[in-house]
Every structure is written in C-alpha cells, then in structure tokens.
C-alpha cells in the first residue's frame, strides 16, 4: 500500500501562485507514476500533471505553461507549482499514484490506483 497526503492549498487572488506538496509512504519503490487531478462540485475530475519515474511529464492543455509538476525523490514528496492562477482553477486537488507505466499520464491520473485526500484551492478574481 502507498499513503498519500497532501499539503499546500489555500486561497489566492487571481494571478497569484501556490505550491502543492504530497508526501508519500509506504510501498513507494512501487510507483512508476506520479500525478495530480481535480475536482469541483458537478464537474467530473480532471487530469491535470503527471511525472514518470523516469523524469517525463505531461500537462493538461488548460494548466500547460503554467503549473509545474515536479518530485523529490529523496523526500518521496511530489509538487505542483502553480502560476498565474485563475478562478476556473478553483477545485480539490488531489495527489495520486500508480504502479503501472503511463505514456501521457495526466490524462488517466484520476483513475490512478493510489489518492491522497486532497486540498482545496480557491482562486478570487
């Protein structure tokens, strides 16, 4: 089993940015994949980053140039930097985790096998 929680969220205005963490434990030399999703109420979840294990990411057109995912594997923590926000990225984040190898990961991340709990984002305008 692999335990994700995830830390960071808060309330921006429009413009602003916020850093995600997820740390993870457990049976991590598993996880071939790493990635972030969302959620907002009535909508359904969307993909939004993902890395390999190998270092590749992928990006949801809506956050490409914008958010940055990253890990640190010494730290088994996984980030997402995210600038110039807007109130269309207002949602639960939540971090997942997968054994299996992803080509364009981001678009299967909220099918992932592992989730944490998730943090909330507010973006103000």
């Known amino acids: 089993q692999v335990q994700l929680v995830e830390s960071g969220g808060g309330s921006v205005q429009s413009g602003g940015s916020l850093r995600l963490s997820c740390a993870a434990s457990g049976y991590t030399y598993s996880i071939h994949c790493m990635g972030w999703f969302r959620q907002t109420p009535g909508k359904e979840r969307e993909g939004v980053a993902a890395?390999?294990?190998?270092?590749?990411?992928s990006y949801a057109d809506s956050v490409k140039g914008r958010f940055t995912i990253s890990q640190d594997n010494a730290k088994n923590t996984l980030y997402l930097q995210m600038n110039s926000l807007k109130p269309e990225d207002t949602a639960m984040y939540y971090c997942?985790?997968?054994?299996?190898?992803?080509?364009?990961?981001?678009?299967?991340?909220?099918?992932?096998?592992?989730r944490g709990q998730g943090t909330q984002v507010t973006v103000s305008s």
């Open positions: 890395i390999d294990s190998d270092g590749s990411t």
């Open positions: 997942a985790a997968d054994p299996r190898y992803y080509s364009g990961g981001y678009y299967y991340v909220a099918d992932f096998r592992y």
